[in-house]
């Protein structure tokens, strides 16, 4: 199995940022999409001396943020056979604070950087204020980048102000080691239940799966951390896969409560609308071993399955029985504009 020495390299700042709406605001039931594509193109226009060429052409890419950030290259052999690279970050919206806005209201989303994408903060907060000139929805509606806190598991602080326009990179850092900190936490096996609070996309040998049996959620959780931690936290994960998913073979369902939820997106780039399914709800698995507890929760925080980078995949786990913070976020609707 997996000791907590083996996952000790994970390093990653979830950002809250916090805007004023200034003028009337739509935006979709799900704005992932949304907010991800206006931070990646206000981003593009902060680095890019040319927005027309591709990274791979550019003298300047293995050294630009927005490569690095939003089109990471696969430079390590192993990842030769994969045809997409995880992104270091993800955009996390505020499920329940609506679709409409009024002049006043404020509208926040989380911005989670991982790894070598820590090194950029100042690129990222430059794009974050870049959104706010751009404006956001389809008639661009202006907002303004009020703050920016880092969030901490117990603990936030204010890194950005719009009054100073100076960024707090102090303590903006979460590591493994603050979600687990001693081994003996992992002795023994308890009922668990985990949340897929959002759209899920678990994907085994190439195909999108409905039944989240625990096998096909520990498999996802160690294809997409061990990734992340070998090309993003310079991190060694020769891990025990086959012992684990052997293992987690075993574990049984006691209840599956998830449903199978389409989204649409429109994609400027491919000029089509695209459809992202996922699984949506809550499954209760019988006397999990402790010891994948740290996978577990750092799906929490970094997610799950495919297209991470929307919020998809965003997942929550607790013994069950125990009251969550958040529970389902209800879906509405199916278009993201």
């Known amino acids: 199995m997996l000791s907590l020495a083996d996952l000790a390299g994970f390093k990653w700042a979830k950002l809250r940022a916090y805007y004023t709406v200034e003028q009337p605001l739509a935006l979709s039931a799900y704005p992932g999409s949304a907010l991800r594509g206006a931070f990646g193109w206000s981003l593009r226009t902060l680095c890019c001396h040319d927005v027309d060429k591709e990274c791979n052409d550019c003298l300047l890419s293995d050294r630009c943020a927005y490569r690095n950030i939003f089109e990471p290259a696969p430079r390590h052999e192993f990842l030769q056979s994969y045809s997409h690279v995880p992104p270091p970050y993800l955009v996390r ?33 430059l794009a974050l204020e870049g959104i706010a000139k751009a404006g956001l929805g389809p008639k661009r509606s202006r907002v303004r980048l009020r703050e920016i806190h880092a969030e901490q598991p117990g603990t ?6 719009d009054s100073t326009r100076k960024v707090e990179e102090r303590d903006i850092c979460v590591s493994s080691a603050d979600l687990f900190p001693d081994q003996s936490t992992l002795k023994g096996r308890t009922d668990t239940r985990v949340v897929f609070r959002i759209m899920t996309r678990l994907q085994i040998d190439g195909h999108l799966v409905s039944d989240p049996h625990f096998s096909v959620l520990i498999r996802c959780l160690l294809r997409r951390l061990s990734i992340i931690g070998r090309i993003h936290c310079d991190m060694a994960t020769d891990w025990p896969f086959h012992e684990l998913t052997t293992v987690a073979s075993e574990v049984e369902t006691i209840r599956d409560d998830t449903k199978w939820y389409d989204w649409g997106r429109g994609s400027r780039r491919q000029r089509r609308q695209m459809k992202f399914g996922g699984i949506h709800g809550s499954v ?16 929490e925080h970094l997610h799950v399955g495919k297209n991470t980078t929307f919020g998809l995949g965003a997942m929550q786990v607790a013994p069950l029985g125990a009251r969550e913070k958040e529970d389902v976020v209800p879906l509405r609707g199916d278009q993201d504009g």
């Open 284 to 299: 209760s698995y019988a006397q999990v071993p402790n010891e994948f507890l740290p996978l577990l929760l750092l799906g």
């Open 93 to 125: 919206p505020t499920l329940n604070e609506g679709v409409r806005y009024k002049v006043g209201d404020t509208l926040s989303f989380s911005l989670i950087l991982i790894g070598g994408a820590l090194s950029y903060i100042p690129h990222v907060v």
């Open 156 to 161: 936030t602080h204010v890194a950005y102000t």
